[in-house]
């Protein structure tokens, strides 16, 4: 079974500029989340979809948005890049079972510098 | 979500038992405790969780205190490959789907 995958694997921005990162989650699974990893700042939840509808959202601001697709994957948007935005961001999926919720599967990330 | 101690570091050697303390004295009685470890480069991985029996699978033991103050999981034979970061978190079941990570335990599994 093939596990959360997310692409690209890197990605080099400038300031100012727009990125994209997409995400499938698990067969079978209906929510996805988003976590960003700053350096020295440890993990942030970003945002959670589910059943494409955005379920919760983090201590972000707007210009960190997303959207969930019918085939539940998904994409996070970063408008306006900062060089704090600088971060390997996260995604991860859970089945749709509300009791499985708290158990959520990761992917490798997307290692976004901002330059 | 209560929030949870854990220790900065501590080392193993291989073939040891690792044991990882997690101090949640503010735990309410519907929060759950969880462990996820990230090993570098890598996304986290879901270990074990547990309300206040002790639990255990393929890749770990839970141990909850009885006042459920405090919890240890416990890797029986320590591995070059458990070398991680280990994550205890402490939420409510289904709490809007996130979780909450904390600054974790660097465990480093020397030969």
């Known amino acids: 079974e093939a596990g959360v995958t997310q692409s690209p694997t890197h990605l080099i921005k400038t300031r100012g500029q727009q990125a994209t990162l997409r995400c499938s989650p698990i067969?079978?699974?209906?929510?996805v989340y988003w976590y960003q990893q700053a350096l020295g700042l440890g993990l942030q939840f970003l945002l959670w979809?589910?059943?494409?509808?955005?379920?919760n959202r983090g201590n972000f601001p707007p210009r960190f948005s997303g959207r969930q697709f019918p085939n539940y994957s998904s994409e996070l948007n970063v408008n306006a890049l900062e060089l704090e935005d600088s971060a390997l961001y996260l995604c991860?999926?859970?089945?749709?079972?509300?009791?499985?919720?708290?158990?959520?599967?990761f992917g490798a990330g997307t290692r976004l510098s901002v330059l | 979500d209560a929030k949870t101690t854990q220790p900065p570091s501590m080392d193993c050697a291989e073939g040891r038992a690792a044991n990882l303390p997690c101090n949640h004295s503010?735990?309410?009685?519907?929060?759950?405790v969880y462990w996820y470890r990230q090993i570098h480069s890598q996304g986290p991985q879901y270990i074990i969780h547990?309300?206040?029996n002790n639990e255990t699978n393929e890749m770990a033991s839970l141990i909850i205190t009885e006042d459920r103050k405090s919890s240890t999981l416990i890797l029986p034979h320590a591995t070059l490959r458990d070398t991680a970061v280990y994550y205890c978190?402490?939420?409510?079941?289904?709490?809007?789907?996130?979780?909450?990570f904390g600054a974790g335990t660097q465990v480093v599994v020397t030969p």
């Open positions: 991860a999926s859970s089945p749709r079972d509300p009791k499985a919720w708290d158990i959520q599967y």
């Open positions: 067969s079978g699974h209906t929510s």
């Open positions: 979809y589910d059943e494409g509808e955005e379920r």
């Open positions: 503010t735990i309410s009685g519907n929060e759950y």
């Open positions: 547990g309300l206040k």
């Open positions: 978190i402490v939420r409510v079941r289904n709490s809007w789907g996130k979780l909450q």
